[in-house]
């Protein structure tokens, strides 16, 4: 499939998935006896890969993390231990980040109240 079909089917700007694919989350592979256009061809294994980077993404996966996962993930490099371990990983720093805006939050409700006094 070329580009614009792979982005209606999942939902990813053309500049989006042009941008994964220079980063290397994935590859399109161009017929080599046509030199006139630079059309590439996605297999539809793409999809999923597209559909597993929303997915990191969404869970708060740096680009860079998604791409080490999708390599050991595809190349089979991941037991099931592992895959749990990132995932508890990710969830332990999500938790954190958590604790950390509660903190930032109740900061500045404290410095509402004090402004609403006059204090600052």
């Known amino acids: 499939m070329l580009i614009n079909e792979l982005s ?3 939902g990813v700007s053309i500049p989006t998935l042009r941008y994964y694919e220079n980063y290397g989350l994935f590859k ?3 017929d080599q006896k046509v030199k006139t256009n630079n059309y590439k061809d996605y297999e539809e294994s793409i999809v999923e890969k597209i559909e597993m980077v929303k997915g990191a ?3 708060g996966f740096t ?3 998604i791409k080490k ?6 190349n089979k490099r991941l ?3 592992k895959k749990v371990e990132v995932v508890n990983n990710k969830i332990n720093e999500i938790d954190s980040k958590i604790r950390q805006l509660k903190k930032v939050r ?3 409700s404290e ?3 004090d402004i609403e006094r006059g204090d600052c």
């Open 79 to 81: 037991s099931l231990d």
């Open 57 to 59: 993404k969404e869970a």
């Open 69 to 74: 996962l999708l390599e050991s993930w595809y």
């Open 106 to 108: 109740k900061l500045l």
């Open 111 to 113: 410095c509402i109240s």
């Open 8 to 10: 209606k089917r999942t």
């Open 28 to 30: 399109g592979v161009s």
């Open 63 to 65: 680009l860079s993390e």
